[in-house]
């Protein structure tokens, strides 16, 4: 044997790499193939949903009825040979064909059955139903999901109707759930001023349950936010569970009032001005008010609570000042009043401002940015004491 010649039994793994990854490839070309031919069966439960607007349900896992008139409404969905009602309105459906098919239908598992309510819907008695079978199930968007169907339990499924009655509604706040709404959202609504678009609807009822639709019967509900500025918000109201199986055409809209956030500041020494416009000059300054200045006790909510909040929030000499500057308690003084020695104490207008560099009174408006709570602050207007002169003899 040569000193250099490679024994023959050894493996030559770098021999004729082209070979081997054709290998490779036919290998992964074969499990494939055979993958696909492997068939599987696979059985689960499916909920039977029914609308009546027209528009099909898009819930995945569901098998959607679709009777297209609000004339109707479900009263159960049952075994049509037993005539028991479904557990949990679900039917059991079994899909049999090649594993990746299985699997991909089982993550859009949806169909649905359509009605025309002038043709389909049977009678018998006092009951309207329909039916359907295996084969009546349709994929809305992948037909071949269809040619996997191989069973359902129970075989018919018996979609039990009622007739509904029309009723008229003036819709009050009492029919609106607002438990929902955040608690301390839901101290700031009036509900009492509630408007409401339409102000009566149609509600479509079963006969059998129209002694439920009651002035007070929590109908609607709606869940909102309000931000920092509004002071009323409208939105569109949605059926409480509780009514759920409700028909109307419409879903009415609500306008809700909502008062702002007040936040309560005492100002000391706010100065009293006695307001004598339109009253002759020359007599309006025989008059005077008493006291000269007043402890004022205000509810401020957006721009002035801010603007005090800033200011007055912890430097007293800075509260002083601004009060001094833009807080006014003002008493009018009437053209009737110049005959009187002592006019009847007067509750006065209080009034807060802001102050731009030029000194320009840019007003804060009662009711909007303020409130004052000291309803019970009175003014006295009183003539001022003249000084009788003495005449001093030598």
């Known amino acids: 044997m040569k000193a250099n010649q490679q ?3 050894r493996i030559r793994i770098f021999d004729d790499p082209f070979r081997k990854l054709l290998s490779i490839v036919l290998a992964l070309v074969l499990w494939y193939y055979l993958d696909a031919l492997v068939t599987q069966t696979s059985t689960s439960p499916i909920k039977v949903g029914v609308t009546f607007d027209g528009t099909p349900a898009t819930a995945n896992n569901q098998i959607n009825v679709s009777i297209g008139s609000l004339e109707y409404s479900l009263k159960a969905i049952q075994n049509a040979d037993t ?18 098919l299985i699997e991909r239908a089982n993550k859009d598992l949806f169909f649905q059955v359509q009605y025309n309510v002038l043709t389909d819907i049977l009678r018998q008695g006092d009951d309207y139903f329909v039916k359907f079978r295996l084969e009546d199930l349709k994929h809305p968007t992948q037909p071949g999901v269809n040619d996997l169907l191989r069973g359902m339990n129970p075989p018919t499924v018996r979609i039990l109707l009622e007739k509904n009655a029309e009723k008229t509604v003036a819709i009050t706040h009492e029919n609106i759930d607002l438990s929902k709404i955040d608690a301390k959202l839901r101290d700031r609504i009036t509900v009492e001023s509630t408007r409401f ?53 419409k879903h009415p809209t609500a306008t809700f009032k909502v008062e702002p956030i007040w936040v309560e ?65 003002r008493v009018y003084l009437r053209e009737a009043d110049l005959a009187k020695d002592t006019v009847d104490p007067r509750t006065p207008t209080l009034s807060l401002f802001n102050l731009d560099d030029l000194d320009k009174e840019t007003p804060y408006h009662e009711g909007v940015d303020f409130r004052n709570s000291d309803s019970d602050m009175v003014i006295q207007i009183v003539k001022k004491k003249v000084e009788k002169k003495v005449d001093k003899k030598d």
């Open 265 to 329: 500041y005492r100002l000391e020494n706010v100065p009293v001005v006695l307001d004598v416009q339109g009253v002759d000059p020359e007599e309006a300054a025989k008059y005077e008010v008493s006291p000269k200045a007043v402890t004022a006790v205000i509810r401020a909510t957006g721009q002035l609570d801010r603007a005090l909040l800033l200011l007055l929030k912890e430097d007293k000499v800075v509260e002083a000042e601004w009060v001094k500057r833009c807080a006014r308690v």
């Open 83 to 100: 005539e028991e009602t479904l557990k949990g309105n679900e039917v059991s459906l079994t899909l049999k064909g090649k594993q990746h």
């Open 7 to 9: 024994p023959r039994s």
């Open 197 to 249: 678009e339409p102000a009566t609807i149609k509600l479509l009822v079963p006969e059998a349950r129209l002694k439920l639709i009651t002035p007070k019967a929590k109908l609607f509900s709606t869940v909102f936010e309000v931000s920092e500025g509004e002071r009323q918000v409208t939105r569109q109201l949605t059926l409480t569970p509780e009514f759920a199986w409700l028909k109307l055409a």
